[in-house]
């Protein structure tokens, strides 16, 4: 049964930090690109950040040098360290996996709440 499972969202400060993970159940094989989305009320869903497989990372302006996304191959896991976090970052975050196929999976989402 493909899943994956997400973590570490919760309610924080301005200027706090939060970690999200996300971690993909073992039947999903071939495991290219990991990435992390959001999506705030009545606004689209968008990319917060994404890796490749050897590490090559993206990611969107608003975020850059606040956050910072990693992956364990080994445990096909995806992390996203969120600091000096801000009020417009508020949103539900998911996780996604593409695999070789060119398939995509996504996560449940986790509520990210940063009050001023």
């Known amino acids: 049964q493909v899943q994956l499972v997400e973590s570490g969202g919760g309610l924080v400060q301005a200027g706090g930090s939060l970690r999200l993970s996300c971690a993909a159940s073992?039947?999903?094989?071939?495991?290219?690109?990991m990435g992390w989305y959001r999506q705030a009320p009545g606004k689209q869903r968008e990319l917060v950040a994404i890796i490749a497989r050897g590490g090559a990372t993206n990611y969107a302006e608003s975020v850059k040098g606040r956050f910072t996304i990693s992956r364990d191959n080994a445990k096909n896991t995806v992390y996203l360290q969120m600091n000096s976090l801000k009020p417009e970052d508020t949103a539900v975050y998911y996780c996604?996996?593409?695999?070789?196929?060119?398939?995509?999976?996504w996560g449940q989402g986790t509520q990210v709440t940063v009050s001023s």
């Open positions: 073992r039947s999903i094989f071939g495991i290219t690109v």
């Open positions: 996604k996996v593409v695999v070789i196929s060119g398939a995509s999976y």
